[in-house]
Structures are given as structure tokens and as C-alpha cells.
């Protein structure tokens, strides 16, 4: 593949994405291992589920007390928000206008970046309250289902401003398109996470 | 590979296999891998029955006897018998859809070292003299007991070999789905093509609750996590249901590849289409399906209830359904043809009787009441064996002969190869049939030793002395392996002589771009329909001659799977040294670094000109 090839809107293809056989595979791959992501999350909220409120005898922390839900209000807007700021870039992929891409897909990195910001402040919180990882079973499963959400999260970031600054000078072709476009799959994944873990954990911990 | 043959130095050589992408080398890679691991696995298997030869026998001590049980069946399944099913599936399947290479030879080759060095971290526990020891299945309840460092050199070995088998699954899925050869529709793949597949998708969706589970293992045990610790909260019931979750589709994950060995086999040396075609690809999808439907039947004696045992008694039967459309849909394509008894054909003759007993034993088991008989007993220990082994194992040991020449470019000495099949097909039997009324008598699983004059004592005996019969079934196997290496007479595209499929219409091995000309497919059994309608060949290239893309070597794989396993030590040694939380940040730090080196580097691959792929061809006589 020519990566010095150059590409007029008129000329970039339809679904740059997966122009090549190359960018099949990944896109068909990345797919494919969303759904292994999938039944990732899915071991974890069944985890979650079983040992939710669940401590030692005389264990002071349940979900009705512990959570705030306009912080969690808060946190999912920015999230929400982000993958929209996404959709915005893939646009602008489509018809191949890299510096409109790069501007929102920095703003998604950055709504991302204080969706975390105010993770680590949730946990943090917790924490000082006594609710450790080391806790109970429910702090357990509680900041493994969480945390691994915010993993992926983090991942995202580094992944998208490495994508970034690597192609700042050189603009789109076939070969990056592809990245870009499983980037955007990779976030709205992590997006219906979120969406999950907000009614599973937040909303029927405390209304429940 | 180059038609003119160049003396490379031993350095170089090296290097190319520590950074090849080519999926012919990474097969017999996962093939040398899996083959080292499964000698391991047989030799802890020897100390075992060794130790039983006798009541009251002192040749090892009850925690060894731990030690051994427990690396005997994690080696085993997934040390040896993934990564050796894994070694054919990458030789054969890009051959047989008419493919160049797999979608990802990158992550082709970091799913290979990762197994390799998830399995070398596991088996160093026994330098270290702290060995996993509660059982394959490590349930959470003794496991979260064991003392020392065992346990946790199991959940990290596997969490790093296991994300390997997940590379290996989408990869094997996305070159099935992207990769085909014009006309190469679904229905007309090869059946070891279709299993791969169903195999891949089941992959993709058991290994991640294996992941989930040995995390949450490694977190308690190394992290202060409370899952599975009752006076926490916790629930130790949930790592049952977890691994198993995972372990009962890993079961047909391993066996469906064989049934496609099998199926090939069969077809091959009756002369005959494999009968029933769509029934078996039919049977293939829907035994992946039940297999996720179907866990908890190893948890009847649990106490989840009579409903959810009844539920699950009756899903795990029906799974005989589908498997018995196999087993006739061989016997059919048997039957009738003109049948030729090589040793791949011996191997799959005696497949169909020892699977079916083994099948027969698993619906016994499936009825709830009969298990909590059954349970822990050696009637358990006689079932899974009957299909690892009666299933697994003897396909594998088929398609070792069957491909050898497709992966080496020489034949395994038939006669050798029929000698290693009788002394193992006996050994088998000999070995496992016993148990079952050992189990019956009510010898427990999983004891160390046991007490004389409880009618257990001959029967132990035949059983071991069974074993070394398997033994040296495997011994005569190494010896043929190495006097046909030595002798190494090269043999045509299509050794056999009846070869249906595309990977017998090239050369043996393959040149390293796999078809000149991408081939035309235009039936089930392609070349088989080619060769009848008299084109000698066996192939319809599908374009002219051109330009091939390639893939670039790497040794970035190999170093990834090598930061993991570094930091597989700082993990688990933080608490008590020093050095481990910096050897755990290191080992993540090189693994993150190799990773970015990747992505931020360009590496579109090159291209083969044309003119090298027309000498190549001029010199087999235009042949592919």
C-alpha cells in the first residue's frame, strides 16, 4: 500500500475503513473482538450481581448509602458526550477532512480524560470512607467491575493521542483510516458499558 | 524456501524462526511447542500410574502426587492439546481456502509466543518447588488454601497463554470469514475448515470468562480480593460457575477440530465425499451452540437444585443428538467406499468405537441422579479420558501423519507409524477401560494411594501397565519422526494420492506464498472435482500471474510475550520482595513499549515480484 498516496474528497472512497483486504480484517477482527469484550463485561457484572452488599458480618457499606448518583449523572453525561464528539470525527473521515477529525476526536480524548478525572475523585472517595478493595466481597467486585471499565477508558486515551500526534503531519490515507475507524468502534463500546454499568450498578444500587 | 538452495548460518536460521509471521512456520512452531509440553504432560502422566501400580505405594508423596494431578491435566489440555490442534489448524486452513497467509500473521506469531511463554512460566513452578496443586480446575475453595507460590503460577501462566488462544481464535475467524478463495463459498469449505471455525467462535466467547476468572483468582490470592472468601462475603461457588463456563465449551473447543481431522481422513482414503455434508456442518454449529448451554452439569453435587439439574441434565443429552449425526455420517461415508487402511485411516477407524464409548459415558453422567454416584469416582476419571484421548489425542496422532508431509515435505514410515498406532490404541484401552469399574468399585479420584485387599489392586495394575504401552507407542512415534527427518526423501504435492482439498494441489511444503495463482473454487472437494474432470493439476488459478503482497517478519511479538512473562514474576513476588513490584512495572513498561513500537511504526508488508513467481513455476513445470 502507498502511504504517500494522495486523496482528494472526490477520490477517497466511500468506506475508507475497509477499502483494503487488510482494513477488512481488521474491521471484521475488531468486531469480533468486541464480542469477546462482551462476555468480558458480562463475567464481571454477573460477579458484581452475586456479591453486591455482600461483607463480613457486621459489614457497614451497602449501595443505597454509598453512591451519589448526580456525580455518576455528571460523569455519564461526559461519556455520553464523547461518543458523540466521535461520530462528529468518523464524519469527517468519511469525507477525508483530517484537521475537522483531529479537532474532535481531541475533544472526545478530552471529555474521556475528565469522564476518568472524575473516576479516580469517585474512588478516592470511597476510599477514605473505609470502602478499600480490600474490604468485603462487594468493594471487591464493586472496583473490579468499575475499574476495568476505567481501564478500557485509559487504554483509549493513550490509544487515540498516540493516533493523534503519529499522523499530525501527514494526514489521512488507507492505511491510518482504518485505526481511526476501529478507535470510534472501541469508544462506543466502551460507551454501552458505561450505559450498563450506570442502570446496574448506580440506578438499581440505589433505587433497587 | 528459494528455488536455488542457500546455506544459511545457524544464527540466521534462528532468527528467521523468532520473527517469521508465516503461518506454515508458526504451525510447526505451536506443533514443536505442543509436542514438548505433551511429553512433559505424558511423563507426569507415567509418575502417576506408577505411583498407583501398587496399594500403599511410597514413590511419591501426597503433595507431589497434588502437584503431579494437577500439572498433568493443565499441561495437557492447554499446553498440549490446543497448541498442537492450533499447529494443524494454521499449517492446513489458509491451505484449504485457497489463502496466502492468515488475516493477522503478527498477531499469528504473538499468539504463538505467548502460549510458549504462559507454558514456560507455568512448568518453572517446578524448579521452584512450588507447584500448582488443586487440580485442573483450581476450584477457589482449595486453591485460595494452597500455600506457597503453585496457584499463583497457574493464574498468571494461563492468563498469558490463554490471551494467546484468544488472538489465535479471532485471527482463525477472520481468515475464514475475509480470506476465501473465489468460489470458496461456506458451504463448500472443508470440513477441518468449518470445525476451526465453529472452534474459533467458541474461542472467542469461553476464553474471556477464563480470563475474568483467574483475574479475580490472582486478586484474591495476591491483591486482597474477597470473591471467594466466605468471611468476607465472598462466594466460592462463583469460580466454579465461571470456570466452567469457560472449561465445558474448551472441551468441544478441542474436539471439534479433531471430528474435522476425522472427517477429512475418512473422505480422503474411502475415495468417497464425506457423507452428509450440511448435516455435519449442521451438527458442527449446533454442538458449539449447547456447548456454552450445558455447564453446570459438572456441578450437579453442588446443591443449585433439582430444576436447574434437570435443565441442565437434559441439555447435556442432548448434545448425543448431533454428535450421533456425525458418528452415522462417517460410518455412511465408509461405507461403500474404496477403502484404503493407512495410518491416518487406522487412527480414525479405531476413533469411531473408543469416541462413542466415551460419548455413551457422558450421557450416563448427564442423568443427575446416576452423577451423584458417579461423582469423584474413576468412572469420571475413564469418561474424559475416553474422549480426550479417544477423541483428541488420536486425531491428533492421525493428522500428524496425515499432514506430516504437507508440513515437512516427507512421509512418516507407514509401518512404524501402524506399529506406534497399536501399541497406543491398546495401551488406551487397556489403560481406561479399567477405570470405569474402578470408579464402580468406588475408588476415589484425585487419592494418592490406596489401601490393598480392596479389589482395587489388579485392576490399578492393568491400568498402569496400560499406560507404558502408550508409551511406548509415543516412543516408537519420536523414532519414526527422527529416521524419516534423517532420511528425508521428498515426496509430490499429493502423497497420499487421493488428496479432495486444496492444500494437496501444491507443492510439499508449500512455497512460502502458499498459490502462485489465487485458485478457483468450484465445488466441495475442488481439487477432487479438477482431477476428474481430468485437469491433472488440480487447480483453476482464479487471476494471472502477479505481484503478491507479503507480510514483514517481527521479533516484536516474541519480546511482548516475554514482558508479560517478566512481569508474571514481579506480580507475584511483590508482597514478600523487594524487587517484585519493580520487576512487574518493568515487565508492563517493555511489553507497553513493544506494543507502541508496533502501532507507531509503518509496516505495510512487501511485495513479490512477478518475475520470482514465474521462475518459481517454470521450475515445477507450471504447475502451482
Redesign the interface.
Known sequence: ?D?NKKFTPETWPEHPEKAT??A??KF??FW??L???T??FA??F??YI??KN???SG?GFSTQELYELPLVFVMTMLLLTSSLTSVFAMYHLRNYNFKKMQLWLAITALLGLAFLMLEVYEFSHYVGLGFT?????????FY?LVGTHGFHVAVGLVWIT?LLI?NAKRGLNL?NATKYYTFSLYWHFIDVVWVFIFTVVYLMGVIG | MSSVAQKKSFGATLWDWLTTVDHKKIGILYFLGGGFFFVIGGIEAMLIRWQLHKPDNDFVSAGLYNDLITMHGTTMIFLAAMPLLFGFMNAIVPLQIGARDVAFPFLNSLGFWMFFFGGLFLNISWFIGEVPDAGWTSYASLSLASQGHGIDFYAIGLQIAGGGTLMAGINFLVTIINMRAPGMTYMRMPLFTWTTFVASAMILFAFPPLTIGLFLLTFDRMFGGNFFNHEMGGNTIIWEHIFWIFGHPEVYILILPAFGIFSEIFSIFSRKRLFGYPSMVFATVLIGFLGFMVWAHHMFTVGLGPTANAIFAVATMAIAVPTGVKIFNWLLTIWGGSITVTTPMLYALGFIPSFVMGGVTGVMQGAAPLDYQLHDSYFIVAHFHYVIVGGVVLAILAATHLYWPKMFGTMLNEALGKVTFWFFFIGFHMTFLIQHWLGFWGMPRRVWKFMPNQGWDMANLISTIGAFFMAIGVIVLVYNVIITSIKNVKVANDPWGDGRTLEWAIESPPLYYNFAQTPLVRGLDSVWIEKMEGNASGLTPAEPVKDIHMPNGSIIPLLMSLGLFIAGFGAMFRTETEWGLGVLIFGLVFTFIAMAARSLQDDTGYYIKKEEILRDLKRKGGQN
Open positions: 500500500m502511504l483486504l487488510e477488512k480484517n471484521v477482527g469480533l473482538f464480542g469477546g469484550e462476555i468480558l463475567t464481571l454477573a460477579t452475586a456479591l455482600s461483607g463480613p459489614f478493595f480490600n474490604n468485603s466481597a462487594f468493594s471487591s467486585a473490579t498516540l503519529r492505511y
